[in-house]
């Protein structure tokens, strides 16, 4: 089956710092979302982005389809920030579930 | 207001006993998912089901039983609790589209949206 890899694993950031967050498919996806995990365990949405671009205050998301990885940048962090950033798409070769990569654990320190 | 739900949010049971977890969506969406999430943060999907009907079965061992009764409804019964099962199981709903009958993911604008999850202890 398909497989996503995030990197960094975890991450500690001072706050005020900014970071980019990856992920690489190892085949072609579908409707790629970016989730953060908050501290008390909730899933948010925070992108669809099947490719392109996007912003939203201070993330933003870039995905380039046609190389198999996306990205997503935090700037000027803050402690609420703080949680598990999770890709996930849905695998064009059988295209019936949203496959997560492992997660990236951020940890925002003031 | 909320737009997938799930109960209970907590549930700690003893080895052997059966339970179950029920969600509820008000998005007006024709697709639900029950994914766990181990101790090391990862999420798997286990089922999946649209407008009542099950799309998507994962390895999962047959003591979990889902049920839909309606596309807004899809809850999660465990039988024979095992120590195991201990996780925070996520309902989730979407809108799919089907590509040439084989391929089902979300439409547009209409992607995976999760309830608050439910952590299952079993001791």
């Known amino acids: 089956g398909i497989q996503v890899e995030q990197s960094p694993p975890d991450l500690i950031l001072q706050e005020g710092a900014n970071s980019t967050l990856r992920c690489n498919f190892s085949?072609?996806?579908?409707?790629l979302q970016w989730f953060h995990q908050n501290p008390w365990g909730q899933l948010i949405n925070l992108f669809y982005?099947?490719?392109g671009t996007k912003q939203n205050g201070r993330l933003s998301a870039t995905t380039v389809a046609t190389e198999r990885y996306s990205l997503l940048y935090i700037s000027s962090s803050q402690t609420t920030d703080s949680g598990v950033y999770f890709c996930?798409?849905?695998?064009?070769?059988?295209?019936?579930?949203?496959?997560f990569g492992a997660g990236t654990i951020l940890r925002v320190k003031s | 207001d909320t737009a997938v739900s799930q109960t209970p949010k907590y549930l700690v049971t003893q080895m052997g006993n059966d339970k179950s977890i029920k969600c509820e969506q008000n998005l007006g969406h024709d697709t639900m998912y029950w994914y766990k999430q181990d101790s090391k943060k990862f999420l798997k999907i286990m089922f999946s089901?649209?407008?009542?009907?099950?799309?998507i079965n994962e390895t999962v061992p047959n003591r979990f039983s889902p049920k839909s009764p309606d596309k807004a409804h899809l809850n999660l019964h465990i039988n024979s609790l095992e120590l195991g099962d201990s996780a925070v199981y996520f309902c989730a709903s979407s809108q799919i589209v089907r590509d040439r009958g084989r391929q089902h993911y979300p439409s547009g604008a209409n992607v995976l949206t999760f309830g608050a999850g439910s952590r299952l202890t079993v001791l």
């Open positions: 085949d072609s996806v579908n409707n």
């Open positions: 982005i099947p490719s």
């Open positions: 996930a798409g849905w695998p064009v070769e059988y295209g019936n579930k949203l496959v």
């Open positions: 089901y649209n407008n009542k009907e099950l799309i």
